[in-house]
């Protein structure tokens, strides 16, 4: 799977995310293993107590399904990503406006084991609302989320 | 199972528009290229499975608002890692 057309992409900062707030997202090819959620709504994670959260909640417009997403600023390693022409063309990306990129959050009981899917990273034109959830194999599919404390 | 014998260069068509070609051999390994629709996903069956896997992991995960609050305030003390100046 080598593609010599690939092309590093410029990703949204975490600040720039307000203005998807309250949207509709389409997912044209859905997310794996929930190929017929093709619409979802964007918002904030608002914990109960009213504080600020770093997370924000991907929900399916079609059945009783959500995701936890974080932005890749909050992950503790670099995480370059390029994107494919082909990919480019079904996000409907006609120029070089950044692309907002999140990560899908797998909750688990301990803290320590929550980790990020930085193999299937959600790719974003902002502009047209169209989602793909990439696959970037290089990347682990698990990566913890929060760095160990130094002892 | 559909079991076809191909040699390197030839290709099998899959409905109208998928071709899988047989493009090199060595050893125990084979070289595939594939060409489909951009709304056709191809992928290595272990990723396909790893990442199906994981995202239902990640839309089941029981009790997730209370233990996403409690891990948000300990990622929110800490500012991203990555700054507007770079």
Known sequence: MTNSDQRSVAIAAESELVGLLGKEIFFPTGLLGFP???????????????????????????????FPLIHPDFVPRDYPLEISPEVM????????????AMLIVTVRDRPEDI???????????PSALIGIQLVVEEYPVRYPLLVPAVQ | MLILSRRVGESITIGNDVVVKVVALSGNQIRLGITAPREVRVLREESFHALREENRAAA?????????EDVGKQLRSKTPERSDDE
């Open chain 1, 89 to 100: 063309s079904s996000l409907d990306v006609h120029n070089d406006a950044d692309l907002v």
């Open chain 1, 36 to 66: 017929s959620c093709q619409r979802f709504n964007f918002n904030r994670f608002n914990p109960g107590d009213g504080s600020a959260s770093p997370f924000f909640v991907l929900e399916s417009a079609d059945q009783e399904v959500s």
């Open chain 1, 115 to 125: 980790t990020v899917n930085l193999q299937g990273p959600l790719i974003i034109n």
């Open chain 2, 60 to 68: 089941g995960a029981p009790d997730s608002n209370r233990r996403l």
